[in-house]
C-alpha cells in the first residue's frame, strides 16, 4: 500500500493538471475576449484554488507563482489593470512555467521560476502604483453609481418626498444629499463587504463538488473484492443447495449482482475521451505524408472499461497511423480514381451483446491480397501449400503477425513490421477479437470485438479426466456431437465439417500432452481419434478466434457459468494455453483456457509440419 | 499445525540455553521435513503455516514436479513435489502418493505449496551448526543454487533449502518447454 502522503500527491497532481488545463483553456478565451468578466472571475477562482492546494501540499514554486497570478486576476477584476498583449504574453509564458512546474513533481527537476514570477509583480505594482489616485477613485465612483442604483433609487425618492415641503430651501436638500451620500458608502462599503465575503463562499462550494477523483487502483481493488465475494457466495450456495430453503440467499444474490455490477459500472468511461485524442494523431500522420485527411468519430458516447480502453489506446494509434500511411492514397491518386481529395478515416464504438466493437474504417485504396500472400510466404509465416487452404479472412489476419508489413520503403510512420502484431496481443490479452475486410479502391475496416468488462466472464465449464475447465464464451460459436466417422485424419491433424466448413479439430488432452513436450511423435494430435472406440460420440465445442476456427473435444460438458478470473502468477505464469484460474463453488480450483494462445498453437504446430514435408 | 506450536513452546525453554548458545551463533528455528529418506529444512519465517492437502487442479505447460494448483483460503497456491524434482521417485504419474500434509509457503511474488508426508517439525539450530558453502555441494551440480547449508546436529544431517530458489529454476525449464512446444 501507498502512504497517505503519496496518494494526496497523487489527487493534487490529478487537480492540479486538470486546473492547469482550465486555466489555458480560459485563458486564451480571455484573449479574444479581454472584458469579458467571467472568464477573469473563472482564472482568479482557479489560481485560488490551486495556490490553496499547492501550499497545503508544500509546493512552494506552485503556490508562489499561482499566488502572484491570483493577485493579478485580482487586480484585473477590480479594473485596476486593463489586459495588454504584454501582459497575455507574461500570462501565457507563467501557465508554460506552471505545466513545467507541475510536471517537476513527478519527475523531480527544478524549474526555474522566479523570473516570470517577478515580471507578474512588476505589472502589478505598476498597475497600482503608476495610476493616479484620483482614476481609481473616480471609477470606485463610477462603479458605486451604477451598482447600488436601485437601493439609492427609493432611498432618495423617499427622502424627497419627505423633503418636498421645503423644496424651495437649497440648503436642507443640501445636507440631505450629503447625508444620502453618508448612507450610500455606507451601503456601498456593505455591498463590497458582501463581495469579499461571497468569494470564499463560491470557492468552498467548488471544493465540495459533486465529483469525486478515484485512483483506478483503489476501484481495481474493489473490483477484486467483489470478485472474492461473488466467489465465496457462489461456494455457500453451493454447499446449501441440497436444502429446501435455497430462496433464503435470493436476496444475497441479487444485492451481491447488483454490488457486482455497480462497481463495474464505476469503471466505465466514454470511449469519446480516448477518441477526441485522435484528432491530433490523424492530423500529425497526414502532415508527415503530405495527405488529406479528415476523421469522423461517432458513438463517442459508449461506454468501456477503463482498463481495456487503456490497454488498447496504443493498438488504436497503430491502426489509425496505419490507416493514414497505408490506407489513404496521396491526393493525386484519389482524383484519378474520381475520389474526393480529402480522405476520410472513419472511429466509431458501439455496443454489440455483451461486448463493445470499436470499428476504423478508411476509404482509401484496400489491402491487396495478392501482395499479402506473397509476403507471408517471403517471411516464411506460411507456406503455399497451407496458403491455398486459407481462407481471404485469414489471409487477411496475417498483417497482425509480427515481422509482416507489406510496404517496400519504411516510412517514418508505419512499416517497420512492428505495431500491427502489438494490436493482436493487446486484444488477445483482454479475449476480444478482430476482423478485417476489405475492398480495392473502396477502403478497409478493421472491427475490433472487445468485451465491455474484464470483471466477469461469460464460460462454458467442461470436464478431462476428472478436471474442470473453464471456455470462455466470447470465443464459444458453438457445442456439437460428432462421432468418430465423422472426424477424418488429413496430414498430421483432424478436420470435420461444421456448417459446411472444414475446421480442424483437436483433443483437448492431445494438446495438453503436445504443450507438455511429452511424446513428441508426428501423429500426437491424433493420437486421441486413433484411442477412440468407432461408436464414440464426441463432445466438440467449436471456437473462434479471429476467423480461425477449430474444434476442442472434450470428455463431458458441464453447464454455462460467469466467473470471476484471477490471472496466473509466479512460478506458473509461463503457462501460455490457460489465461487464469478460477475457484468454482465447490472450492476447487478450475484453470481457464486462453483460446487466442491454442489457436495460435495449432496453428502454428500445422505449419511446422507443412515444412518438414 | 499442533506440533509447530508445541515447539514454539519448547521455543521458550530453550531460551535460557541462548546464553551458552553466544559462541555458537545466532539461534534460528527451523522447520524440518522428510523427503524420501533424507530430512530438508527451510527457515521458518519461510511457511506460512500446514495444512492438510486439498484438492489439486492439474496444470498443463508445467514441469512433473508441478502438481497443480490447489485452493487454499481462496488462495491460489502452486503445489510441488520435490521427491520428483530431487529424483527420490520415479513415478511418472502426478499423484500424491500418500503425502497428505501441505507446507504453505508465501512470499511477495510467489504463492506455493510443498507436499509431505507427516507434519513437520521445528527445530532450534545455531548458525555455528548450519555448514555453507560445502565443496561436496559445489562440485555436484547445478543444485547448489537452492541448497543453502547442512545443518549437522545431534548426527542428524539435515539439508536446509531455499524453495524460492528452486522455483526461479523450474520457471526456465517452463519457458524451455514452451519454446519446445511451438
Known amino acids: 500500500m501507498k502512504s497517505n502522503d503519496e496518494e494526496y500527491r497523487e489527487i493534487f497532481l490529478a487537480e492540479a493538471l486538470e486546473n492547469f488545463e482550465e486555466i489555458n483553456k480560459v485563458l486564451t478565451q480571455l484573449e479574444k475576449k479581454p472584458t469579458d468578466t467571467a472568464y477573469i472571475n473563472t482564472l482568479f477562482r482557479i489560481t485560488h484554488t490551486m495556490k490553496g492546494n499547492a501550499t497545503a501540499m508544500g509546493f512552494e514554486g506552485i503556490s508562489s507563482l499561482t499566488h502572484v497570478m491570483e493577485d493579478l486576476f485580482g487586480e484585473v477584476r477590480n479594473k485596476k489593470i486593463e489586459l495588454d498583449s504584454e501582459i497575455f504574453a507574461a500570462l501565457f509564458k507563467a501557465v508554460d512555467v506552471l505545466e513545467a512546474l507541475i510536471g517537476a513533481i513527478k519527475t523531480g527537476q527544478k524549474v526555474q521560476f522566479r523570473g516570470i514570477q517577478t515580471k507578474l509583480k512588476v505589472i502589478i505594482e505598476r498597475a497600482t502604483t503608476d495610476t493616479p489616485s484620483g482614476v481609481a477613485s473616480e471609477k470606485e465612483e463610477d462603479s458605486d453609481s451604477l451598482k447600488p442604483e436601485s437601493s439609492k433609487d427609493t432611498n432618495s425618492k423617499k427622502k424627497e418626498k419627505a423633503t418636498s415641503k421645503d423644496k424651495k ?14 448612507i450610500e458608502e455606507i451601503l456601498d462599503d456593505a455591498e463590497a463587504e458582501e463581495e469579499e465575503v461571497d468569494l470564499p463562499l463560491s470557492d468552498s462550494k467548488i471544493v465540495v463538488s459533486d465529483l469525486v477523483h478515484v485512483p483506478v ?31 433464503e440467499f ?85 482524383e484519378a480514381h474520381n475520389k474526393a481529395e480529402e480522405g476520410v478515416i472513419s472511429l466509431s464504438a458501439f455496443n454489440d451483446s455483451d461486448g463493445v466493437v470499436i470499428e476504423i474504417k478508411d476509404d482509401g485504396k484496400g489491402i491487396d491480397i495478392e501482395k499479402v500472400k506473397k509476403k507471408a510466404i517471403e517471411n516464411g509465416l506460411v507456406t503455399q501449400e497451407l496458403l491455398s487452404l486459407m481462407s481471404m479472412d485469414e489471409v487477411l489476419l496475417m498483417i497482425f503477425e509480427p515481422g509482416f508489413s507489406t510496404r517496400e520503403q519504411v516510412s517514418a510512420l508505419s512499416g517497420r513490421g512492428v505495431g500491427m502484431d502489438v494490436v493482436k496481443k493487446a486484444t488477445d490479452s483482454i479475449g476480444g477479437n478482430i ?56 496430414s498430421n491433424g483432424l478436420v470435420s465439417t461444421y456448417l459446411g466448413k472444414t475446421i480442424s479439430v483437436v483433443f483437448l488432452k492431445d494438446l495438453f500432452d503436445l504443450s507438455n513436450g511429452k511424446n513428441l511423435h508426428k501423429r500426437i494430435l491424433q493420437s486421441g481419434f486413433d484411442h477412440l472406440h468407432a461408436e464414440a460420440q464426441l463432445h466438440v465445442v467449436i471456437v473462434s478466434h479471429n476467423g480461425r476456427i477449430i474444434g476442442l473435444v472434450v470428455d463431458k460438458l458441464l453447464q454455462q457459468k460467469e466467473i470471476v478470473e484471477k490471472p496466473l502468477f509466479k512460478p506458473l505464469d509461463n503457462i501460455k494455453i490457460l489465461s487464469g484460474v478460477t475457484i ?8 481457464v483456457l486462453n483460446i487466442a494462445s491454442i489457436n495460435n498453437m495449432i496453428f502454428t504446430a500445422t505449419l511446422a509440419n507443412q515444412k518438414v514435408y | 499445525m499442533q506440533s509447530l506450536q508445541e515447539d514454539k513452546s519448547m521455543k521458550k525453554k530453550a531460551q535460557p540455553k541462548e546464553k551458552e548458545g553466544e559462541q555458537k551463533g545466532r539461534a534460528m528455528q527451523i522447520v524440518v521435513f522428510k523427503q524420501g529418506d533424507e530430512e530438508f529444512a527451510m527457515h521458518i519465517d519461510q511457511i506460512k503455516e500446514v495444512v492438510i492437502t486439498p484438492s489439486i487442479a492439474r496444470m498443463p505447460q508445467t514441469p512433473d514436479f508441478v502438481l497443480g494448483v490447489a485452493n487454499i483460503r481462496g488462495n491460489i497456491i502452486a503445489i510441488l513435489d520435490l521427491e520428483k524434482k530431487f529424483g527420490f521417485q520415479k513415478d511418472e504419474q502426478r499423484t500424491l502418493g500418500g503425502k497428505n500434509f501441505t507446507l504453505v509457503i508465501e512470499s511477495e511474488e510467489f504463492k506455493m505449496g510443498v507436499l509431505v508426508k507427516e507434519v513437520p517439525n521445528t527445530l532450534t539450530v545455531y548458525e555455528s551448526e548450519i555448514e555453507e558453502s560445502l565443496n561436496v555441494i559445489h562440485d555436484s551440480s547445478m543444485e547448489q543454487n537452492y541448497i543453502k547449508g547442512i545443518v549437522k546436529k545431534e548426527g542428524r544431517l539435515i539439508i536446509m533449502i531455499d524453495t524460492l530458489k528452486i522455483v526461479t529454476e523450474s520457471e526456465m525449464n517452463a519457458v524451455a518447454q514452451a519454446v519446445v512446444s511451438n
Do not use: W
Request: hydrophobic share 35%; charged share 25%.
Open chain 1, 435 to 490: 476482423k478485417v475486410t476489405t475492398q480495392e479502391n473502396e477502403g478497409t475496416t478493421i472491427r475490433l470485438k472487445l468485451p465491455a468488462s474484464m470483471a466477469v466472464k461469460g464460460t462454458l465449464l467442461c470436464m478431462l479426466e476428472d478436471q474442470t475447465y473453464a471456455i470462455p464464451l466470447s470465443y464459444t460459436e458453438a457445442v456439437v456431437s460428432l462421432y468418430k466417422k465423422d472426424l477424418h485424419k488429413l
Open chain 1, 250 to 334: 435470493s436476496r444475497l444474490n441479487r444485492i451481491s449482482s447488483d454490488l457486482q455490477y455497480s462497481v463495474m459500472d464505476v469503471r466505465l468511461v466514454q470511449v469519446g475521451f480516448l477518441f477526441n485524442k485522435f484528432h491530433r494523431v490523424v492530423r500529425d500522420a497526414a502532415n508527415l505524408e503530405s495527405k488529406k485527411v479528415r476523421l469522423e468519430l461517432s458513438g463517442v458516447d459508449t461506454e468501456i472499461d477503463r482498463n481495456i480502453l487503456q490497454i488498447i489506446s496504443d493498438s488504436l494509434i497503430h491502426l489509425i497511423r496505419n490507416s493514414v500511411s497505408h490506407g489513404i492514397e496521396p491526393p493525386e491518386e484519389r
Open chain 1, 169 to 182: 430651501n437649497n440648503k436642507p436638500k443640501q445636507e440631505e444629499k450629503e447625508s444620502l451620500k453618508v
Open chain 1, 217 to 247: 487502483r483503489k476501484l481495481d481493488n474493489l473490483l477484486n473484492l467483489v470478485g472474492e465475494l461473488i466467489i465465496e457466495r457462489d461456494r455457500i450456495l453451493a454447499s446449501y443447495s441440497t436444502n429446501a430453503h435455497s430462496s
Open chain 1, 584 to 591: 468454482l463453488g465447490n472450492g476447487k480450483v478450475c484453470p
